[in-house]
């Protein structure tokens, strides 16, 4: 096994590069790529691997096959419960991999992911990896042995850290490309959506045209759930907050299709009689949200991103450039320079992408590009 282990390293760096074209994989094409090296070389009977917002790191886009679906939000639920190997501390550790097995010396039910849900499906060890840069964090994987099989060991973890490098930053190009066409309109009489929860994440009702608004947005597949594993994680994401487990905020930024993204949040309320105390809300990202995400995907600067949101406001070179108290001449570089990771050749075409608008709707700049 160890010999393979390079070569596996080389397969997924090469996946990975692809990304860098403009005909790239998407983000689930790329997982499900690196997942068949990594079933060739590691070997594992289930995964989970998620897409996160790059701020909050709450999950979403997840790509799973696990036994418990139908346990789904307890698995999520106690999944953000924990600190053993939460995503969130591992990208906080020198390595962002990390073994259940030997995170809990070896006593599984010291882990209440494997108490409440894994213990019931004969799982023996988790190996986990975190996929974050300075820009965000961008998923999480999860690798799920069977008992009957060896648990991980240092070679496993070892590959693992040494792709996450390579993998973070395809993922994040792969969001990235979500923003190469204008978002396609949606439907907006019908939003936004709300669903109330419980404390056990159990679905206790939702706004009349919730529906209606979810089958628009998210088309029903055959054998996947009604509900949208990302309503679970932002409301799991909440109870870790009050908890004490994380500090992160509860909210989620997911690309749906064609350029469109929504944003869900999840708040607490007062407790009603049918049991309810969790709001999820539903809505298309607002422009300042998208252009956060955008920015972080394309790694632009601080300045870069500043420039960026004064150009959104409909700001001319030199209003800018009074702005950020610099020269013309060195917005019109930083300009280039974003031009330059984003492969747009121009502001109407660089705004349309990070607003999500269509170019006829954007104020122009009355100078050159350059």
């Known amino acids: 096994m160890a010999s393979n282990l390079p070569r596996a390293r080389e397969r997924i760096e090469t996946v990975c590069a692809v990304t860098k074209g403009p005909d790239g994989p998407d983000a689930k094409t790329l997982r499900l790529q690196v997942l068949d090296v990594l079933r060739r070389t590691l070997g594992f009977d289930a995964y989970v691997w998620l897409l996160t917002d790059p701020v909050s790191s709450v999950g979403a886009a997840p790509l799973a096959d696990v036994p418990c679906l139908s346990e789904l939000p307890t698995l999520i639920k106690c999944k953000y419960a924990t600190d053993v190997n939460r995503w969130t501390v591992l990208a906080r550790e020198p390595t962002p991999a990390g073994l259940l097995h030997r995170a809990v010396g070896g006593d599984l039910s010291r882990s209440l992911v494997w108490r409440e849900v894994m213990s019931r499906y004969d799982i023996g060890d ?62 907006r009489d019908l939003g936004p959506l709300v669903m109330l929860l ?80 969790i709001a999820v809300t539903i809505e298309e990202t607002s422009p300042v949200d998208r252009l956060d995400v955008f920015a972080r995907a394309y790694g632009l600067s601080a300045r870069e991103s500043e420039l960026l949101g004064l150009l959104a406001t409909g700001g001319d070179t030199r209003e800018v450039a009074q702005q950020m108290f610099l020269s013309e001449h060195t917005v019109q570089d930083h300009l280039k320079s974003i031009f330059a990771k984003t492969g747009a050749r121009n502001r109407i075409t660089l705004l349309s992408r990070a607003l999500g608008t269509q170019t006829g709707q954007l104020r122009t700049d009355r100078r050159p590009t350059g």
Do not use: K, M
């Not at 240092?154 to 490098?165: C, F, Q, Y």
């Not at 029903?220 to 509900?227: G, N, Q, S, V």
């Open 126 to 187: 988790v190996a986990s990896v975190v996929f974050a840069d300075r820009f965000g964090c961008w998923g999480f994987l999860d690798l799920w042995r069977y008992r009957d099989t060896p648990v991980y060991d240092n070679e496993d973890a070892a590959l693992l850290s040494d792709i996450a490098g390579p993998l973070t930053e395809g993922l994040r190009r792969c969001q990235a490309g979500t923003f190469t066409e204008p978002a396609t309109p949606h439907r």
């Open 198 to 277: 419980d404390d056990d994440l159990e679905v206790v009702s939702r706004t009349e045209a919730s529906q209606q608004w979810l089958d628009v947005l998210i088309p029903p597949r055959p054998a996947e759930p009604a509900i949208p594993a990302s309503v679970y994680n932002v409301a799991a994401q909440l109870l870790a907050v009050e908890d004490g487990i994380d500090d992160n905020e509860a909210y989620a930024r997911v690309h749906l299709a064609d350029g469109f993204w929504v944003t869900l949040r999840a708040a607490r309320l007062n407790r009603t009689d049918a049991g309810a105390s």
